[in-house]
C-alpha cells in the first residue's frame, strides 16, 4: 500500500506527547511490513535539526478567506525505512511551542491547522503517483480532522488520489479543536457544511466532527475506548455522531517500541533482567531507593509516572495519600502538570522523608529508572484512551494497579478475576476507597511469592509491540479501500 500519514506532531521533528511518537513507530512498522509510507507534518522551529531539503516546484499559496498564505514543502529523513514531507509557513509554525506556550493556546490555531490540513492535502497529491493504486490517507486527531472532509468535496483536484480511502484516528475526544464560527471560511469549503449534521457544534466549528463524518474509516486506541466515547460519558458531545458510525470504527491499540523498552537490553537501567534471570530487578530497585532517598529499599516500592492533571487520578491520590502511607510500601511519584498537584507531592516529600520522593520533571532516563526499579505501578486514571506507562509496566515485570478504563481495561487482566492469568489489579469506581482497596491487595500478594511470581512472569510474557498494532491497522486500511472501490 501508498500510505501518507498526516499528522500534527511526527519524531524525530516535533513532539508533545504520545502522539508523536505513534507517528514515528507505527509508519516504521508499515515501512517495514513492505509498505511505502510518508509522513506530513507542519515544519516547527526545531525541525530543522533533522536532515531537510526544500521542493521548490510544490510552492503553493493558499486563500484562507481573510489572507492569503504561501506553503512551502520541505523532505525529511526519518532514520529509519520510511520519509516525511514538512509544511512550512514561518508565520505559522516558527513558533517556541506546536499548538502554544506557557501561556496557552496560540489564538490562531484555527487558522494554523486548516493551513496545514489543506496543504497537507496538496502534498498528498504530489506524493502519490498517477495511477498508483492502494492509496491511505490516514489522518489523526483534531489538527487533521479537516482533510478528509476538503478531500470528499475536492477529490475531482487530486487525479492522483483517485484510488484513495481515507482513514481518520481519534486518540483523545477531549482535545477536538473547537473554533468560532467565522473561522469556517477559512477552510474554502461551502458553507453549507457549517449544519447541525456538519461541522457546526453549538454554534462553533469541530474539526474532529468533520474527521468523523467524512472519512472512511474511524479508529481509535483500545476497544473499551471505543465503547466508553459511543456514551455521554466519554463521547464529549460527539457521542451521537460517533453512534451515527458505529459500523465503521475499529480499535487498534498503540503498540510498545520493544527496542527502546525492554530490561534485557536497557542501557538506561541499574542492571538489566529478564525472565529467565530477575537478579537485576533487585539491583534497579536498590538504586531506585537510593535516587528517591528510601530508608528501607526491602518496602515494595509503588511508583507513579504521568503529566500531573485531574484525568490521571491525580484528585483520587490526594484524597488517598495518607491512608497509601499507611501500608508498608515506599512511594516514588515524577510528573510536571497543573501547579497545586506538583505542589501537594511536593509537601508529601517533605512531610514523608525516607518514604516518599517526588522528581518535578519529565525525565526519559528518570521514567526508566522508575518502571525497571519498582514493584507495582500505578494508574488511577478518570479516563484513559490507551495509555502506554502499564505497558511498559508490565514488560518490567512491575506489576500494574489500574482503574478499568479505556485501554488500561484491555492491557491488563484482573487476577481478582483471573488468578491463573492476571496481570495487574484493577478497580472500576472512581473513588479513593476503591483505589486504595486494590492496592492495598498488591501490596499484600507482593509478601506471598507463589502469587507474585506467577504474576510478574505473566506480565513479562505480554506482547505489545508496534508490529501487532500495523497488523490491526492494515486491516482497516484494506477494509476502507473495498469500501471505496465499491
Known sequence: MRIIFITPEAVPFSRVGGLGDVSFHLPRSLARR???????????????????????????????????????????????????????????????GVYGNEFGDYDDNAERFIFFSRAALLAAGKLVEDGEKDVIIHCHDWPTGLVPMCFNHWRDNFPTLKNAATVFTYHNLASQGLFLHYDFAMTG????????EGVEFHGRMNLTKAGLLAADRITTVSAKYASETLTPAYGMGLEGVLRSRKKDIFPVPNGVDYDQWDPSSDRYIAA????????????????LASLFGFENPALPTVSMVCRLLPRKGLD??????????????????????????????????????????????????????????SDIFIMPSRFEPC?????????????????GTGGLDDTVMDVAANPETGTGYKFVDYTPEAFLEVLSNAVRDYSRPEIWDGLVHRAMSQNY???????GYEKVYAQALTTKRA
Request: glycine share 8%.
Open 34 to 96: 513492505g509498505h511505502r509510507v510518508t509522513v506530513v507534518a507542519p515544519k516547527y522551529r526545531g525541525s530543522e535539526q533533522m536532515p531537510l531539503v526544500e521542493i521548490p516546484a510544490w510552492r503553493s499559496e493558499l486563500d484562507l478567506s481573510l489572507s492569503r498564505r504561501e506553503a512551502s514543502f520541505f523532505h525529511g529523513e526519518t532514520g529509519d525505512l520510511h520519509d516525511a514531507a514538512l509544511v512550512a509557513c514561518d508565520e505559522l509554525f516558527d513558533r517556541p
Open 272 to 287: 538489566n533482567f529478564s525472565l529467565s534471570d530477575l537478579s537485576g530487578k533487585l539491583e534497579c530497585r536498590a538504586h
Open 189 to 196: 469549503l461551502d458553507w453549507s457544511l457549517f449544519t447541525h
Open 465 to 471: 509491540s508496534w508490529d501487532m498494532s500495523a497488523e
Open 387 to 403: 495509555g502506554l506507562e502499564q505497558l511498559y509496566a508490565l514488560r518490567y515485570g512491575t506489576v500494574p494497579v489500574v482503574r
Open 316 to 373: 483520587l491520590i490526594v484524597k488517598a495519600m495518607e491512608r497509601m502511607m499507611e501500608l508498608p510500601v515506599n512511594l516514588a511519584f515524577m510528573g510536571l502538570g497543573e501547579i497545586h498537584y506538583q505542589d501537594f507531592l511536593h509537601e508529601a516529600a517533605l512531610r514523608w522523608p525516607g518514604r516518599l520522593g517526588y522528581k518535578k520533571a519529565h525525565d526519559l532516563v528518570m521514567s526508566h529508572h522508575l518502571i525497571a526499579g
